[in-house]
């Protein structure tokens, strides 16, 4: 069974081009447009990496990431926080430090994103 | 006693040798006769003998006492006792022979003794004895004396001296009469102690004394003024000074001669060393010992120094005047009640001339202290406080000032006023604010366009995968991914240029309200997607007016762009209500347009000022480009315009441009 990852970003465009990345490297891939839909999405399963993004409405990408820190079943669930917002792993505190996270900077090339995400599935 | 002539002094008679041999032969002639009238013709005839020898020897006695030789008369001896001075009378040997009562009283009865031994316990004569120079030449002689009286006292005697002669001629004796002068010597001693004194005090006094006469001549000096005029006593007071000729118009000397009071005055004068002197001069009158005015004492105290001082200090104060009034700031002095007791004229001109107004009143408005005062501050700890405020100016406009407020203490340390100098920040301020915003809009327009990026290098992904897998789903996904994004780059590269230069505006007279119709219908398919209503509200007669058509769509869109953001990004759990955003449009009484776009979004936290510009920064708005507020300051600053906003939390925000009508009369 394919390892799944959760795309969260309220951008079309980085939707787009996360999931046809993901699905071409064999990875089975969900969306969420938002902080909130993600949380509602967790409850019907656990996803083997999450995609975020920072700035979304209803429940920004740092709230979102607290909350699944914060969550038993959640917080050992790899993420990576994409944003363009410059040294945005300041904005997160310790929380940052009880799971596995990765913290990459847009623009960044597909191939660099892929091989993140390997290494934090363990591949 | 017996005198070197063989006279004798005895009870009042001058006794020699003949005439004591006369007397005896006339004492045993008499007793003969007497014996032998007797023997022969009985008592009876004897004792008429003897009666008329007794009268006719009286009478010669008489005669003797007439011829001057007698002193033995009762009311001569009165006087000589009486007399209030010591009288005694020696003979050539020095020897006391008579005395009176005051020398008795004094001396003691000392008839026989040397009169330097009564007098001064001495054992010889005194040199220049007077009473031997009366014998010699039989003269009056005086001379003082210190004498001792025979209790120990020291008296001081003046002393005459006068011949006794006899019929003759002949100096038989010399009356020494002296005069108790001891207390006018004490008090001619006291006398010369206290003008030694005067003249102490009249020479050493640290200013310059003169006394002068009528005719304005110099009488005396001190040593002060002989130092730095000369000592030239019998010189006119005005040569002196002023090297003049005449009396000086105005003298202060003669206005004290003519009524006899105190004048003074500043004067200048020049010194023998060619350097100028500034006095205070006292002209106080001196009278005599029949109380008339003689002589004036001027006395002068050198205040060069003190007048050099005075000049400096106005001249600081005049230049601190200067200062306070010139310089290009506003200052205002503060007692502890925050009462304005002084200000520049620059404060005056700009929030009036107010004093005794408390400071809240006069450029804030308020009816109380504002929180947070600096002068307070200051007057608590004594220290410099620097605040920024917001003042209202006389005409109602505000102002960005930089306020220090700064202690001006008493000579005890005690702070008894602030002095609070204001400086205007406006347009330090309003750069900040386009730097801020420059600094932002950079930051955020980076974002953009990493954002961007990613976007065009997703889209690539995308559509190399499509030709790959030839998927043209996919393909067509990409391709739309990479259009969109070149879209936003041609956007931002559009308002950056708009913003970066001098663009020439275009002018039209047109109705404003169909710009703001179509910004309305061009939001309207996003905003109903985005789940905001679109409203569009329009004063009915809006008239038309002078407007760049492209900028002014260029700002309502920016405004409308932001509002439905705001609404988009609300993460208000607990909101009901539904998003909406007005676009309005009015012209009010002075002829201005006010464009408005209100949205009901979460609004801006109330206690960030400027940072209202950074919120809207920070949010994610997906249609602009991140210059979004600074091209509608632009555009409304072209327009000769402003933007301000107001916004509450959990309300809602509203952002108004208010533009001046201009008709095609008044073009730009």
Same mark, same amino acid.
């Given at each position: 069974?394919?390892?799944?990852?959760?795309?969260?970003?309220?951008?079309?465009?980085?939707?787009?081009?996360?999931?046809?990345?993901?699905?071409?490297?064999?990875?089975?891939?969900?969306?969420?447009?938002?902080?909130?839909?993600?949380?509602?999405?967790?409850?019907?399963?656990?996803?083997?990496?999450?995609?975020?993004? +920072?700035?979304?409405? &209803?429940?920004?990408?740092?709230?979102?990431?607290?909350?699944?820190?914060?969550?038993?079943? $959640?917080?050992?669930? =790899?993420?990576?926080?994409?944003?363009?917002?410059?040294?945005?792993?300041?904005?997160?505190?310790?929380?940052?430090?009880?799971? =596995? #996270?990765?913290?990459?900077?847009?623009?960044?090339?597909?191939?660099?994103?892929?091989?993140?995400?390997?290494?934090?599935?363990?591949? | 006693?017996?005198?070197?002539?063989?006279?004798?002094?005895?009870?009042?008679?001058?006794? #020699?040798?003949?005439?004591?041999?006369?007397?005896?032969?006339?004492?045993?002639?008499?007793?003969?006769?007497?014996?032998?009238?007797?023997?022969?013709?009985?008592?009876?005839?004897?004792?008429?003998?003897?009666?008329?020898?007794?009268?006719?020897?009286?009478?010669?006695?008489?005669?003797?006492?007439?011829?001057?030789?007698?002193?033995?008369?009762?009311?001569?001896?009165?006087?000589?006792?009486?007399?209030?001075?010591?009288?005694?009378?020696?003979?050539?040997?020095?020897?006391?022979?008579?005395?009176?009562?005051?020398?008795?009283?004094?001396?003691?009865?000392?008839?026989?003794?040397?009169?330097?031994?009564?007098? &001064?316990?001495?054992?010889?004569?005194?040199?220049?004895?007077?009473?031997?120079?009366?014998?010699?030449?039989?003269?009056?002689?005086?001379?003082?004396?210190?004498?001792?009286?025979?209790?120990?006292?020291?008296?001081?005697?003046?002393?005459?001296?006068?011949?006794?002669?006899?019929?003759?001629?002949?100096?038989?004796?010399?009356?020494?009469?002296?005069?108790?002068?001891?207390?006018?010597?004490?008090?001619?001693?006291?006398?010369?102690?206290?003008?030694?004194?005067?003249?102490?005090?009249?020479?050493?006094?640290?200013?310059?004394?003169? %006394?002068?006469?009528?005719?304005?001549?110099?009488?005396?000096?001190?040593?002060?003024?002989?130092?730095?005029?000369?000592?030239?006593?019998?010189?006119?007071?005005?040569?002196?000074?002023?090297?003049?000729?005449?009396?000086?118009?105005?003298?202060?000397?003669?206005? @004290?001669?003519?009524?006899?009071?105190?004048?003074?005055?500043?004067?200048?004068?020049?010194?023998?060393?060619?350097?100028?002197?500034?006095?205070?001069?006292?002209?106080?009158?001196?009278?005599?010992?029949?109380?008339?005015?003689?002589?004036?004492?001027?006395?002068? @105290?050198?205040?060069?120094? +003190?007048?050099?001082?005075?000049?400096?200090?106005?001249? %600081?104060?005049?230049?601190?005047?200067?200062?306070?009034?010139?310089?290009?700031?506003?200052?205002?002095?503060?007692?502890?009640?925050?009462?304005?007791?002084?200000?520049?004229?620059?404060?005056?001109?700009?929030?009036?001339?107010?004093?005794?107004?408390?400071?809240?009143?006069?450029?804030? &408005?308020?009816?109380?202290?504002?929180?947070?005062?600096?002068?307070?501050?200051?007057?608590?700890?004594?220290?410099?406080?620097?605040?920024?405020?917001?003042?209202?100016?006389?005409?109602?406009?505000?102002?960005?000032?930089?306020?220090?407020?700064?202690?001006?203490?008493?000579?005890?340390?005690?702070?008894?006023?602030?002095?609070?100098?204001?400086?205007?920040?406006?347009?330090?301020?309003?750069?900040?604010?386009? $730097?801020?915003?420059?600094?932002?809009?950079?930051?955020?327009?980076?974002?953009?366009?990493?954002?961007?990026?990613?976007?065009?290098?997703?889209?690539?992904?995308?559509?190399?995968?499509?030709?790959?897998?030839?998927?043209?789903?996919?393909?067509?996904?990409?391709?739309?991914?990479?259009?969109?994004?070149?879209?936003?780059?041609?956007? +931002?590269?559009?308002?950056? $240029?708009?913003?970066?230069?001098?663009?020439?505006?275009?002018?039209?007279? $047109?109705?404003?309200?169909?710009?703001?119709?179509?910004?309305?219908?061009?939001?309207?398919?996003?905003?109903?997607?985005?789940?905001?209503?679109?409203?569009?509200?329009?004063?009915?007669?809006?008239?038309?007016?002078?407007?760049?058509?492209?900028?002014?769509?260029?700002?309502?869109?920016?405004?409308?762009?932001?509002?439905?953001?705001?609404?988009?990004?609300?993460?208000?759990?607990?909101?009901?209500?539904?998003?909406?955003?007005?676009? &309005?449009?009015?012209?009010?009484?002075?002829?201005?347009?006010?464009?408005?776009?209100?949205?009901?979004?979460?609004?801006?936290?109330?206690?960030?000022?400027?940072?209202?510009?950074?919120?809207?920064?920070?949010?994610?708005?997906?249609?602009?480009?991140?210059?979004?507020?600074?091209?509608?300051?632009?555009?409304?600053?072209?327009?000769?315009?402003? +933007?301000?906003?107001?916004?509450?939390?959990?309300?809602?925000?509203?952002?108004?441009?208010?533009?001046?009508?201009?008709?095609?009369?008044?073009?730009?």
């Amino acid at each position: 069974m394919s390892k799944k990852v959760m795309i969260v970003d309220d951008e079309e465009d980085m939707r787009i081009f996360l999931e046809t990345l993901f699905k071409k490297a064999g990875y089975e891939t969900e969306v969420a447009i938002n902080g909130e839909e993600a949380m509602r999405q967790l409850e019907h399963g656990v996803p083997n990496l999450i995609t975020l993004d +920072i700035l979304m409405p &209803k429940k920004s990408g740092i709230s979102f990431f607290q909350a699944i820190r914060e969550d038993e079943q $959640l917080k050992s669930v =790899p993420v990576i926080v994409l944003s363009g917002v410059t040294r945005h792993s300041e904005f997160f505190g310790s929380e940052a430090r009880t799971g =596995p #996270t990765e913290f990459v900077e847009k623009p960044v090339a597909p191939d660099v994103l892929l091989s993140k995400a390997k290494e934090l599935l363990g591949e | 006693m017996r005198s070197t002539s063989g006279k004798i002094f005895m009870r009042g008679y001058v006794w #020699t040798i003949a005439s004591l041999y006369r007397v005896a032969m006339v004492a045993v002639l008499t007793a003969i006769v007497l014996t032998a009238v007797a023997y022969y013709t009985g008592v009876i005839y004897t004792g008429l003998l003897a009666a008329l020898l007794l009268f006719g020897y009286g009478a010669a006695a008489y005669q003797v006492r007439n011829s001057g030789m007698a002193l033995d008369f009762p009311g001569v001896d009165r006087f000589f006792q009486r007399v209030p001075c010591y009288l005694s009378i020696q003979d050539r040997d020095l020897r006391i022979i008579r005395v009176n009562r005051l020398f008795r009283q004094d001396f003691g009865q000392r008839i026989g003794e040397h009169c330097y031994k009564v007098y &001064k316990g001495a054992d010889e004569a005194c040199p220049d004895c007077p009473v031997l120079k009366t014998f010699e030449d039989g003269q009056t002689h005086t001379t003082q004396e210190s004498v001792i009286t025979k209790d120990g006292r020291k008296v001081e005697i003046i002393v005459y001296t006068t011949p006794v002669k006899d019929e003759e001629g002949v100096v038989m004796g010399v009356m020494e009469m002296s005069t108790n002068i001891t207390e006018v010597k004490q008090l001619q001693q006291e006398i010369e102690a206290k003008r030694q004194e005067y003249q102490n005090l009249f020479d050493r006094v640290p200013c310059y004394l003169s %006394t002068l006469d009528r005719e304005f001549r110099i009488l005396r000096v001190n040593e002060q003024f002989r130092k730095e005029f000369g000592g030239k006593v019998g010189e006119f007071c005005h040569k002196i000074y002023y090297g003049r000729d005449t009396v000086c118009p105005d003298c202060h000397v003669a206005k @004290t001669f003519e009524d006899g009071e105190i004048h003074s005055r500043e004067k200048t004068v020049t010194k023998p060393d060619g350097s100028e002197a500034r006095l205070i001069v006292y002209a106080s009158p001196i009278h005599d010992e029949k109380g008339e005015l003689s002589a004036v004492m001027e006395m002068a @105290t050198d205040i060069t120094e +003190i007048k050099a001082l005075q000049d400096k200090l106005q001249e %600081t104060q005049a230049r601190f005047q200067q200062l306070f009034e010139g310089v290009p700031c506003y200052i205002s002095i503060q007692n502890r009640d925050l009462k304005i007791i002084d200000a520049n004229q620059r404060f005056k001109d700009h929030f009036g001339d107010r004093p005794g107004t408390p400071c809240y009143e006069v450029y804030k &408005k308020r009816s109380t202290a504002c929180p947070e005062c600096p002068v307070m501050m200051t007057f608590e700890d004594g220290l410099i406080h620097t605040h920024e405020e917001k003042v209202i100016n006389s005409d109602g406009s505000s102002t960005d000032m930089l306020v220090q407020s700064s202690p001006i203490n008493d000579e005890n340390g005690d702070c008894t006023a602030v002095m609070e100098v204001s400086t205007d920040i406006g347009e330090v301020k309003h750069l900040q604010r386009e $730097l801020t915003y420059m600094g932002l809009t950079v930051a955020v327009m980076a974002h953009r366009i990493k954002n961007i990026l990613m976007g065009l290098e997703g889209g690539i992904f995308v559509v190399n995968t499509g030709f790959e897998d030839g998927d043209h789903d996919t393909l067509g996904k990409g391709w739309k991914m990479i259009e969109r994004n070149v879209g936003r780059v041609s956007a +931002i590269v559009k308002d950056l $240029l708009y913003c970066s230069k001098e663009r020439q505006m275009s002018f039209e007279l $047109l109705d404003p309200g169909t710009v703001l119709c179509n910004v309305h219908e061009l939001f309207h398919d996003r905003a109903v997607r985005d789940g905001v209503d679109l409203i569009l509200e329009l004063q009915n007669d809006l008239p038309d007016g002078q407007f760049d058509r492209d900028a002014l769509h260029s700002l309502i869109t920016n405004l409308v762009t932001n509002a439905i953001d705001a609404c988009v990004n609300d993460s208000r759990e607990n909101r009901t209500e539904q998003h909406r955003v007005i676009i &309005k449009a009015n012209i009010d009484h002075r002829e201005n347009y006010r464009f408005e776009v209100s949205d009901n979004g979460p609004g801006i936290p109330g206690h960030v000022g400027e940072s209202v510009f950074d919120d809207f920064f920070s949010t994610k708005g997906r249609e602009g480009t991140g210059l979004g507020l600074l091209v509608a300051n632009k555009v409304a600053a072209e327009h000769a315009g402003t +933007i301000t906003f107001e916004s509450l939390e959990n309300i809602g925000t509203t952002f108004r441009a208010v533009i001046p009508r201009k008709t095609a009369v008044d073009t730009k």
